[in-house]
């Protein structure tokens, strides 16, 4: 396997994190729960995935991620995404 920065030094990573997977996408709601199936990363109970030592890209085919595909995963997990509103202490905001 080779990269696209023509670097043949690829790490593979694959960890078990079950349900303890903390997941931060824009503009999104932060999950606490399993690996999310569809960025790229593993899936599930897993973290797994490729990336050059060199340039540090993920190699995956599965790039570019679309945001219908974000939305997508969120809808599948019945993950609110109704924006939230903070005070000015960044606190949220409950109505």
């Known amino acids: 396997m080779s990269c696209v920065c023509g670097s043949k030094r690829i790490a593979s990573i694959g960890a078990k994190c079950s349900d303890l997977c903390f997941t931060q996408l824009p503009d999104r709601p ?16 897993y973290v797994e995935f490729d990336y050059c030592l060199d340039c540090g890209k993920i190699q995956s085919d599965e790039f570019p991620i679309t945001q219908e595909t974000v939305d997508e ?23």
Not at 30 to 39: A, E, K, R
Not at 74 to 86: A, Q, S, V
Request: net charge negative.
């Open 30 to 45: 932060d999950i606490d729960g399993y690996v999310p199936s569809n960025i790229g990363i593993g899936g599930g109970d």
């Open 73 to 95: 995963f969120y809808e599948g997990e019945c993950i609110d995404i109704t924006p939230k509103e903070y005070d000015d202490d960044g606190f949220e905001i409950l109505t």
